[in-house]
């Protein structure tokens, strides 16, 4: 049977206390009784040796003689003590005897102690036994004593009540460690449990695809705090990504509808013979079949770039190399709108993947000499520093508004001046670039003004 972490956790702290609150109980009950024993023990030889010290006083040598009244003050009073005396002369003839003197007291202090030590300690099987002392003074015999006492130890009425104090102390301690345990252990389990169950309640939404749910508690558990950071970080990324997928299809559909319409009505013209389908006209049909088939090129590269971006094919290249076979590809498209080229730059080797970085080079120069009118100029400049190669590539084309320059980079933007049909692309090659330089740890800066140009700066590291 699975058990919640509440009550999991309850029920430890609580056994947990349990058993430290009763070992103590049982380890203080030990000890403190052995120690006690120990007190008794030696507070019942000094008793002894005080009765024997003060009877001692009690004989006057010179007049040879005891006295008699205070021996019996001594006998009474250590007779309530429990300790039943008899005073012997130097003859050995009786001076003073508690049994003789009120025998009935004598019998009852007898039962009262025997029958407390023997409800208390069955097991100890004490009983009365006599002890004699000599009563010395000044080194000479005067006397002797016999006193008989309950052994091996025995409790007074006030030592038992200590001991029962002690134990209703040590048994409420008990308890109310057990109660505070049971308080503490259950505050601190929902402290726990809290934030998990609503976790799991919160992936469970998550699972149905409520992207928008966030944990707002927070917690002083660490790595409490970090789940829920990492439930609502998978929540923020699952969103994001779902936004971009949808994106993703009505930009598609969005790109797709325009040539697929002017196509099917050109074509619609002609069947139903309102068009006379002259060259020209299919002609048109065929840039607008072409238009799509650049689209789902592009789509297609994208998702590569994008599926790709881990498996790297990285070797050794150098980037002049690259920069210069582009170039002469492009010599018509550059030829065409009579645009001067300049190239800057020396040998520069970096480690990467030759077709990726062919491709953002390309991506850039064929964006450089599109947004160039005829007649302008575009800049390419390779430099380098320790560890990164830089390669600018500029123009002094139409430009890019400021406002618009955050978004370039993000798939199907085309910023307002080129949504001319004729210049403008889908708007991938530049999330094609992006992802490219990302994946290799590089970087992509642009600026640009409106009407006087663009520069496009990637920073690679040379190491890849
Ligand atoms: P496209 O296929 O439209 O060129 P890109 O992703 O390559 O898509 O570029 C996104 C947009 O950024 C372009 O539509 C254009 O508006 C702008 N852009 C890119 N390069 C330049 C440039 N060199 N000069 C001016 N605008 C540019």
């Known amino acids: 049977m699975k058990r919640s972490i509440k009550a999991q956790l309850s029920l430890t702290i609580t056994l947990i206390v349990l058993v430290t609150v009763l ?14 024993e120990e007190y008794i023990t030696k507070k019942q030889e000094q008793k002894t040796q005080e009765i024997v010290s003060n009877l001692s006083q009690q004989y006057n040598a010179q007049q040879e003689e005891w006295d008699v009244n205070f021996i019996h003050t001594i006998g009474m009073n250590v007779l309530y003590d ?17 049994k003789k003197h009120d025998i009935s007291l004598c019998t009852q202090v007898m ?29 000479t015999k005067i006397g002797t004593v016999s006193i008989s006492y309950y052994g091996p130890y025995f409790l007074s009425e006030n030592d038992f009540q200590f001991l029962n104090a002690l134990n209703v102390i040590l048994i ?36 149905k695809g409520n992207y928008n749910i966030r944990f707002d508690e927070h917690t002083k558990i660490k790595e409490l705090e970090d789940l829920v950071i990492s439930v609502n970080y998978l929540a923020e990324c699952l969103n994001k990504q779902e936004g971009l997928r949808k994106q993703l299809t009505a930009d598609v559909a969005h790109e797709l509808r325009t040539p697929l319409t002017t196509i099917s009505t050109h074509l619609e013209a002609m069947i139903e013979g309102v068009w006379t389908p002259t060259e020209e006209r299919l002609q ?52 065409n709108k009579n645009l001067t ?18 491709q953002v080079i390309l991506n850039l120069l064929s964006n450089a000499i599109k947004y160039t009118p005829d007649n ?23 430009g890019i508004d400021q406002e618009e320059l955050p978004f370039i980079f993000e798939r199907f933007y085309r910023a307002d001046k080129s949504r001319n049909r004729k210049t403008g692309g889908a708007g991938i090659g530049l999330a094609i670039v992006q992802s490219i330089i990302n994946a290799h740890g590089g970087e992509i800066l642009v600026e640009s003004k409106l009407d006087q140009g663009s520069c496009f700066t990637m920073i690679l590291p040379k190491g890849g």
């Open 284 to 335: 048109s049909c065929h840039e607008e079949i072409n238009r799509i088939s650049k689209l789902v090129k592009d789509l297609e590269g994208l998702a590569r770039v994008e599926s790709d971006n881990l498996k790297l094919n990285k070797v050794q290249i150098d980037i002049m190399d690259i920069i210069y076979t582009i170039c002469s590809n492009l010599e018509i498209e550059l030829k």
């Open 376 to 398: 302008g100029h575009i800049k390419i400049a390779v430099s380098k520093t320790k560890n990164t190669a830089i390669v600018m590539i500029k123009d002094n084309g139409i």
């Open 23 to 36: 070992l103590i109980s049982v380890l203080a009950n030990v000890f403190i009784n052995q120690r006690f």
């Open 172 to 207: 409420t301690v008990g308890i109310f460690a057990f109660l505070f345990s049971l308080i503490i252990g259950w505050l601190m389990a929902k402290h726990f449990s809290r934030p998990i169950t609503k976790t799991v309640a919160i992936t469970q939404q998550i699972a």
């Open 341 to 358: 080229l300049e190239i800057d730059g020396t040998t520069t080797y970096i480690k990467a993947d030759k077709d990726r970085i062919n």
């Open 111 to 139: 039962a009262d102690i025997s029958q407390r030590m023997e409800e208390k300690y069955p097991r100890m099987n004490g009983t009365f036994t006599s002890k004699d002392f000599d009563l010395t003074q000044a080194g």
């Open 82 to 98: 429990g300790y039943i005396i008899k005073v012997y002369g130097e003859d050995s003839e009786a001076i003073w005897d508690a």
